[in-house]
């Protein structure tokens, strides 16, 4: 069962990713958010403008995709009030990515007082696998509190 605050953590972090960098990045709708195994998926779609030649999406974005839900399941595992900062991160870019529905997935490795290590994986609607990414990251805690 899911604490009151744990609820409300959820929520601050469901409406954090509704709004800019996030609808920037072209984010569709958060599909989990698991506190307790720290694993995060969400729904994006590039847009056109995100493409260079024959159609591709621009791996910056996909990077931005990688990097954005690593640091959202990383906040659902140690406290929506903490802020996740990246310290590397690493794109495997496997398969050429359109600008159709993909789900991005990412998950804590390992995560300490100040440093957590996260993988993050895009998959298309057949489920190949597009792009992998991993990075170690800064963890400021109680960065938010004023806003939960």
Known sequence: MISKDTKKELNFLKKMFSMPP???????????????TGEAE????????MCHSGNIVQGGF??????AVMALACMGRVGANTLVLSLEIKTTFIRKVL???????????????SIAFLEGEIIDEENNILAKGNQTVKLISNFYNNSL
């Open 99 to 113: 600008p159709k529905p993909v789900i991005v997935s990412g998950k804590v490795i390992k995560a300490g007082k």
């Open 62 to 67: 996909i990077t931005g995709w990688l990097d």
């Open 42 to 49: 969400v729904k994006y779609r590039a847009r056109k403008n």
């Open 22 to 36: 996030q609808t920037t990045l072209g984010i569709q709708k958060i599909l989990k958010i698991d506190p307790l």
